[in-house]
């Protein structure tokens, strides 16, 4: 008897733009759920990190959405909304969590994956999050680079992978 997927039977939709809640919906693809990726009419931005500029979608964009189904028509979004087990955003692309409410099915888990959670001092302040801000609020830049020097935060966007990682 061969081995059943943990997630075989479950619906995913993700609404996103970027690395953290597409690499959690990559995740569920390679646990074998159904992962339906909703973009805006524009297109995941991560399409655009190519090589050559203005060239085909790049690796990294073919790698988060490896086995996932993409729909940009907006008609179909209510349906799939209804029918997902499971709704992974990121609250970009004008998304919020009363609009997905709306339309999800009552059995549907939502999870939001923002910077800084969805109440708080950050969020109230409205303030940006970007790689350097992240790994200095965790602390993880204390250690790198010279005593005395200006920090040294971690290369890459070691915080969305995270915090794909951990959604």
């Excluded at 029918?83 to 997905?100: E, K, N, P, R, S």
Aim: proline residues 5%; aromatic residues 8%; hydrophobic residues 45%.
């Amino acid at each position: 008897m061969a081995a059943r997927a943990p997630f075989a039977d479950w619906r995913v939709l993700e609404l996103s733009n970027g690395i953290a809640a597409s690499y959690c919906g990559k995740m569920f693809v390679d646990a074998g759920a159904e992962v339906v990726k909703i973009e805006s009419p524009h297109g995941d931005s991560v399409r655009r990190w190519s090589a050559r500029p203005g060239g085909p979608a790049g690796a990294l964009f073919g790698y988060l959405a490896a086995g996932k189904k993409s729909v940009t028509d907006d008609s179909q979004t209510a349906a799939l909304l209804a029918g997902a087990d499971l709704v992974i955003t990121d609250l970009t692309d004008g998304w919020t969590l009363d609009a997905i409410a709306a339309h999800a099915g009552a059995a549907a888990v939502v999870v939001a994956v923002t910077p800084f959670g969805m109440t708080g001092p950050y969020v109230e302040d409205q303030v940006d999050a970007n790689e350097f801000i992240l790994q200095a609020l965790c602390g993880s830049i204390a250690s790198r680079g010279w005593p005395g020097d200006e920090p040294v935060q971690a290369g890459g966007r070691l915080g969305e992978w995270l915090a794909g990682t951990f959604a």
